[in-house]
């Protein structure tokens, strides 16, 4: 038995307690055992039990990041500031092509040393090599919802083999690295795969009990031609297709009407909102206050770093917080607790694991980190929601533990090699480039 | 004579030559007395210059931020996710009226603190007890472009004597600080102060040749009622006053017609654009790019931390990057490189410095900034102008240089004992609250 004392620290617990307070907190193993004002029951504390000070932290949830593609880190910086078209056509899909098992592990390390050291504890991840994907989340500690994303724009046997590959990710993978990996299964989009094609993900979901995830409604243009070749916009397009019978998550949800924010909210469909990307690639602001409004989980997705351009998920925290506000003209949507449930809480539904991630409760899982307190934008340390949410980000964050397990020590990755990481990110990139 | 030799560095110098490039600048007291590719003239280098190794650093000038409040940073988190009326009438008023020298110190001192550690080199304020701010600047080491700003709805006599301290401020300091500090007068509002009044002011910048500073159009509610009072929007009102008359910079300009763009245009007036304030009180967004096309000199500013919560103007540089991009439907508007300039060459033209700051070019001021690029975020390091607005943030700063003065090394500010200031700051918020 591994066990963590926590002594004298600033708890934001995310649940229906209080929203701060000082106190205590133990981990036993991979969960929570205790968590409150007062100090431990002596009787229930390991002798050998790591003590922490917690004095000049503040310990919160891991953060969890519900749309992404890790691999893609090594396009950062790559093609900004251009069209959608010539971004996806003449710059991202050209150098995916060139991808290779290790440029996808190059990408996807660099990609989990940047969430880990800046608080993400979980992450969705759609993209292909999967099995790369999730070799990296089971080396490096963190927590992974990983998911083959397929387009379906090829002839029928190609399509039939992308999806036996997608399921057999999906079946391979699910429960592994002591649970840390959960797995979904993804077709990419209604505008890149067939009306057909989708039904045959539905149907798989039921059969191998899985959640679905897809792109959903990220441009106008993908909305009209929804429109234009079935009739219906993504949500009814998709739910005359089934998909919101088994549980799914879909990413952006940038253009919806009211009728299908009401149908999100009936079918209990989560959407992860991704305000950065969305700015970026200038596909619109997304109807958040509305989806909440509507008791829609809505959830934070950095997408890649090809759209955004990092993934620090306290930024994502704070776009939502702020960017909402100014387009609707109402101060007071998305106030700075709500925004921090986006990125904790509410994710932690969006991916199914309510009550076991998310928040700071006695048997949760142990995904938390530790904020340095002692810093000049957290002062005066009048509300630490606010400070959180207006002035700080994933720099502050000091210390992380996913499973119980401390997998950022002062700002460090304990099991990956940061400097071989950038290193090979590097020389992946070149060779992408050059190659 | 004191002299620094950065060797390797890689330079982002924001003028005409390259975008960047790698290679050595050396400063000989405050200046700048050699930028290039090649390694300095030994013969112009002293033996005791200070060499700096610059391979993993990258160069830049150092930030200027165009518009704030440095006192009112005691107050960050004490009122959030308000209505303007709430914020203002039953938060900041209350709390600011309670102010004594000492408090105005304490929030500035904490507001440079975080400013020079986050890479601003130079920012304009806008408060009462002015001599605490500019005595603070003094110590400090940044740069600042000081002005009491003046609420005129108050009796004649009352007004008489602000107007007087206003300038017998801006007289005093202008210049001082070996020329760090240089001064502005400030009526602070159209719908604050009344014509007669403003045209004092334009009347005193005109005989003391100072340049005039304002807030202008934050919100429709103070645009209707200019219309509604004086029958003109705000820009013209100001226009028939002479305030344009003088060097003027106005802060916010979020409600502008086309007209209003042009006249901005035409009589050469700068504006702070304060994107996060703007979005968090709910204000709107800023017509930047309509701004930037007709030539008007854009600048960045932060706004007080009571409506940011930060005074990192890395993410102003994020939100003028990003937003506009969503909020216009188009992908190319404000590119990185042109995000950045408002951060710097465009902030030293719009406090009348061009030439001199917002650069790196021999000859000019040596206020310029180190970044740490040894970091996940910014790999591969593909493209350092979009990595540093996309990616990067205040927290990458490693060294700062002000007038050829090292002013933060390793993160550290030199000048000034941090904790004490912190300690200070958390000493005032509570006498304020409880006082």
């Avoid at 991979?30 to 003590?51: C, K, Q, T, V, W």
């Avoid at 309510?354 to 006695?362: D, N, T």
């Amino acid at each position: 038995m591994s066990q963590i004392w926590i002594e004298n620290g600033l708890f934001i617990p995310m649940n229906d307690s209080a929203l701060q307070f000082r106190g205590h907190m133990v981990v036993t193993d991979d969960r929570i055992s205790y968590i409150g004002a007062d100090a431990p029951n002596p009787a229930e504390l390991s002798p050998n039990a790591e003590r922490i000070d917690g004095s000049k932290l503040a310990f919160m949830p891991g953060l969890i990041n519900t749309h992404g593609h890790a691999a893609m880190t090594l396009l950062r910086g790559f093609s900004d500031d251009q069209n959608l078209q010539v971004w996806l056509e003449q710059k991202m899909w050209p150098m995916e092509a060139k991808y290779v098992d290790k440029d996808t592990r190059a990408g996807s390390a660099l990609a989990i040393v940047e969430m880990l050291k800046s608080g993400t504890t979980a992450f969705v991840d759609m993209y292909d090599r999967m099995d790369q994907v999730a070799q990296m989340v089971e080396q490096s500690g963190i927590r992974g919802v990983l998911t083959r994303g397929v387009i379906g724009l090829c002839p029928e046997d190609v399509q039939q083999a992308k999806l036996a590959e997608a399921i057999a990710f999906a079946r391979d993978w699910n429960g592994k690295a002591d649970g840390r990996i959960t797995t979904m299964i993804s077709p990419h989009a209604p505008y890149t795969c067939p009306p057909a094609y989708i039904e045959k993900f539905v149907q798989a979901a039921h059969d191998y009990d899985l959640p679905l995830h897809t792109h959903m409604s990220e441009t106008i243009a993908e909305v009209e031609q929804n429109v234009r070749e079935y009739g219906l916009r993504p949500v009814e397009h998709l739910d005359k297709l089934g998909f919101f019978s088994r549980p799914s998550l879909v990413a952006h949800a940038v253009h919806l009407t009211d009728d299908e924010i009401a149908l999100l909210a009936d079918r209990n469909v989560a959407v992860s909102h991704n305000p950065v990307s969305n700015l970026k690639l200038a596909s619109g602001v997304a109807r958040v206050p509305e989806l909440l409004r509507a008791g829609v989980t809505v959830s934070l997705g950095t997408d890649s770093v090809a759209s955004n351009n990092n993934l620090d998920l306290f930024k994502e925290i704070k776009f939502a917080a702020l960017l909402h506000k100014g387009v609707s003209g109402d101060p007071t949507v998305i106030p700075a607790i709500e925004a921090l449930r986006m990125g904790t809480v509410y994710g932690a539904k969006s991916i199914w694991q309510e009550g076991q991630l998310g928040a700071l409760s006695e048997g949760m899982k142990a995904d938390f980190i530790a904020i340095d307190l002692e810093q000049p934008h957290f002062y005066p340390q009048t509300d630490i929601v606010s400070h959180l949410v207006y002035s700080g980000s994933g720099r502050d964050v000091k210390h992380v533990w996913v499973d119980g397990r401390q997998v950022v020590k002062d700002g460090q990755c304990t099991q990956l090699d940061e400097e071989k990481i950038r290193y090979e990110a590097a020389a992946s990139f070149e060779r992408l480039l050059n190659g």
